[in-house]
């Protein structure tokens, strides 16, 4: 598992697994603009669409996904010095009220006027204003325990974190001190 510095000052960072030649945010990127792709997931999860978000043309759903990861993307990558992530990640649990060690949180844009995004980014959060990317998902349901594909990303977040907390990270300065080492 290696870990890559996405605004090249230790703020955010994505995990490159060890079979992946590219990371988990460059990669869900790749995902939310492919028209093949996503054709065949929103295809598979017509139900999930409909009953949802009440989306029931799949091409509607293309362009949504597209669009959205453009802005997102664009939140993400066009981060200034001073930008603060703390406001674009949130806890994964909408009830959570105190940071963990170690916190899993979510990442979406805000409100639409036409639907409510579906495109999550996962990370787990070093402290305050630093955080792993683990991956991505479209999600569709209530719940990510509902689907196979939301499923695999909350594993995720947990194999990376029994990761760090197995190398000893627990905040940035034990994750730097660990990429230092490396």
Not at 136 to 150: D, N, P
Not at 153 to 179: P, T
Request: proline fraction near 2%; hydrophobic fraction near 40%.
């Amino acid at each position: 598992m290696l870990f890559d510095d996405i605004t090249n000052d230790g703020r955010l960072w994505a995990v490159r697994y060890d079979d992946d030649e590219e990371n988990a945010l460059f990669e869900s990127f790749a995902q939310w603009n492919d028209v093949e792709w996503l054709r065949n997931f929103f295809t598979e999860n017509k139900e999930d669409l409909e009953s949802y978000f009440k989306v029931t043309d799949v091409n509607e759903a293309i362009f949504d996904t597209i669009d959205d990861s453009d802005r997102l993307q664009c939140l993400i990558l066009d981060l200034s010095p001073d930008a603060d992530l703390e406001k674009l990640f949130k806890p994964l649990d909408n009830r959570q009220t105190a940071a963990l060690i170690l916190d899993k949180e979510k990442a979406r844009l805000n409100q639409k006027s036409i639907h409510p995004s579906w495109l999550r980014l996962y990370a787990i959060r070093l402290e305050k204003g630093a955080f792993i990317v683990t991956g991505g998902a479209i999600k569709l349901t209530a719940t990510m325990a509902e689907r196979e594909h939301t499923l695999k990303e909350l594993i995720k977040m947990e194999r990376v974190r029994n990761y760090l907390l197995s190398e000893g990270i627990i905040d940035k300065d034990s994750f730097n001190d660990y990429q230092n080492s490396l």
